[in-house]
């Protein structure tokens, strides 16, 4: 069980994935390092959050603020066969779901936007009724509302009206639905590199220069 209030993340701990256990974030002078919301929600392939916090790790431009919700913690057990924990540290701040007092809780916080990945049908809906019961679809609320860039990567399939509905609801109030769809013109010989280049799209929504993927030229 993570604490209730925000976790500062010790770089010491870092490096559950066996990457740099060393993090230097670079900002210009006199000002702080951008920071992008990552939620990861209860579906299937948790596999997509994780990759997506091990490629922010090798980019020094952002801080990540990660909260899990309760159903993406019984995923990662479930499907990663790991504990939340080691996916928690790899981001550089993070939230208790339960802690709608926490700083990206309050639009007076500064970010640069969040990325839902995965996404869930149920924190999907919960974003496009504006039912906001946990810090995840709290925090995806308050990004609509400061009109920051939202990135919801639903993963779902097939899909009914309902999910068709409420990512119609979403695209309309200003997020990007982006299913982890793959793609094979970056010629993927693993599944990491289908991993990765879905991070890759996610951090294009945000204008992150990276080299996660390789892009196709004609
Ligand atoms: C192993 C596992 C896989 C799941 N996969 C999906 C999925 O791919 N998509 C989805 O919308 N829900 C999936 N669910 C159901 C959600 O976890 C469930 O609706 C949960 O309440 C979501 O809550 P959250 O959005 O707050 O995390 C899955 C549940 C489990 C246990």
Known sequence: MTPATAQPNDAE?????????TRTLTAGAGEEVPRLVVGMSGSSAPQLGMTFLEVA???PSFETHLVLSEGARRSIELEL?????????LADVVYDWRDMAAAISSGSFPTMGMVVIPCSMRTLAAVATGNS??????????T??????LVLV?????LNYVHIKNMETV???GATVLPPVPAFYHYPETIEDLLR???GKVLDQFGIKNSTFRRWTS
């Open 13 to 21: 701990n870092h490096g559950a994935s066996g990457k740099s256990a």
């Open 154 to 158: 639903t993963r779902e399939t097939p």
């Open 133 to 142: 019961d946990n810090l995840v679809s709290r925090a995806a609320d308050v």
């Open 144 to 149: 609509l509302k400061e009109r920051r860039p």
């Open 81 to 89: 066969r790991r504990d939340p924990l080691e996916v928690e540290k």
């Open 57 to 59: 790790r090798e980019l």
């Open 197 to 199: 280049h879905i991070s």
């Open 171 to 173: 695209t309309l109030a």
